[in-house]
């Protein structure tokens, strides 16, 4: 390694930093390190158990762990990461986001356990998440050529040998611009059509306008803004943290208030109603759409038609309001009846769906006249 090692650090830390990835900032894994020693400072075996599984990596290691903090997270200079996530980052995955990009291996015991005092941060016990291959969705030619249909055999249970010339196989391709936010105040758009440029963004009540990680929601004007939607506002504080990763999204609520989610997609997933309303708490985290999950269903539906298939759209987006929730338990019924909400439109899905419903085409004709 040909970086400069400041004379002052351990050789603890000197040692560690050997495997640093190059991508990684020096100076930060300099201090993630040395807080790291200082944690494992009455457990010497710990720290030799990090160097051999650092030396070994295709050897098999124990767990080297550290205290859970309150909030699970570390703070190292100016960035605050759960502690698995930042020591991945710099031995094994520098562009690595969040704890979602990671699972543990069967040789972590820690996790498996639930211990919730410890972590442990192997870099070596967990893989990188990988999206899953999606099959194809097979329609069939109608030789007659007014309609085409689907095969009612599920297409996962086919392989690709068993394909048959007149079908076409239909694949989900993943996009850059996975997707689009839109802000609403009660029933009225509010802002321009939000479209992340990373996996990871943000979505707060504060103003900043050049970042384009984030969409600020207190930047924004609405003269038909009311007194309880600007009170609500106020609330939002931090927001949430969005992370799409291997076709899942998830959401972490980083605001001091509730906010309250609508999926289809996962609540058909946990077997419960359709227009479930989830309460996420501060400080909580959770999966809110599945592409694999909608996956399953498009496989289910095409043999119903057309029809059918095109009403998927409604299970290409998620809902997520701030502060006030709504359903069954509330005075308001919908969503467009709290004050500060969104509707996140999943772009892959949309793209795939789209895709099948033009191959599949109308089983009706419609004219002037019907």
């Not at 900032?25 to 020693?37: F, P, Q, R, S, T």
């Not at 979505?203 to 990680?213: E, H």
């Amino acid at each position: 390694m040909s970086w400069f090692l400041p004379f002052t650090l351990s050789p603890a830390v000197k040692k560690l930093l050997e495997w640093r990835q190059d991508d990684e900032d020096g100076k930060w894994a300099e201090k993630a390190i040395n807080l790291l020693i200082k944690k494992l400072s009455s457990k010497l075996e710990s720290i030799e158990e990090l160097q051999r599984a650092l030396e070994n990596p295709s050897h098999r290691s124990n767990c080297v762990t550290i205290p859970r903090t309150l909030d699970g997270r570390l703070q190292v200079a100016n960035r605050k990461m759960l502690p698995h996530v930042i020591y991945c980052r710099i031995w094994r995955w520098p562009d690595l986001q969040n704890q979602y990009e990671l699972t543990p291996t069967d040789a972590c015991v820690t996790e498996s356990s639930k211990n919730n005092s410890e972590v442990c941060i192997n870099p070596y016990h967990y893989y990188r998440v990988e999206a899953p291959v999606l099959p194809p969705v097979l329609v069939q030619r109608n030789p007659q050529g007014l309609s085409k249909r689907y095969s009612l055999v599920p297409s996962y249970l086919k392989s690709q040998e068993a394909t048959r010339q007149d079908e076409t196989q239909v694949h989900f391709q993943e996009i850059d611009c996975w997707s689009t936010i839109q802000y609403y105040e009660l029933n009225q758009k509010v802002g321009l059509p939000f479209k992340p440029a990373t996996m990871q963004a943000y979505v707060n009540g504060y103003t900043d306008t050049v970042t384009k990680d984030r969409l600020c929601l207190g930047s924004l004007t609405n003269t038909s803004r009311n007194d309880k939607t600007e009170s609500a506002r106020k609330h939002i504080g931090h927001g949430i943290q969005l992370s799409y990763v291997g076709g899942e999204l998830f959401v972490d609520c980083l605001s001091e208030s509730p906010v309250f989610i609508q999926s289809k997609v996962i609540a058909r997933s946990l077997g419960l109603p359709l227009l479930s309303v989830m309460r996420l708490t501060p400080g909580g985290c959770t999966k809110i759409f599945s592409t694999l999950e909608f996956s399953k269903l498009l496989h289910e539906t095409v043999a119903e038609g057309y029809k059918a298939t095109f009403d998927l759209t409604n299970f290409c987006s998620v809902y997520l309001s701030f502060i006030k929730g709504w359903g069954p338990e509330y005075h308001r019924q919908s969503v467009n009846g709290t004050p500060c909400w969104l509707e996140i439109q999943m772009h892959g899905p949309l793209v795939w769906l789209d895709k099948v419903l033009v191959e599949l085409g109308p089983t009706t004709k419609i004219t002037s006249k019907s």
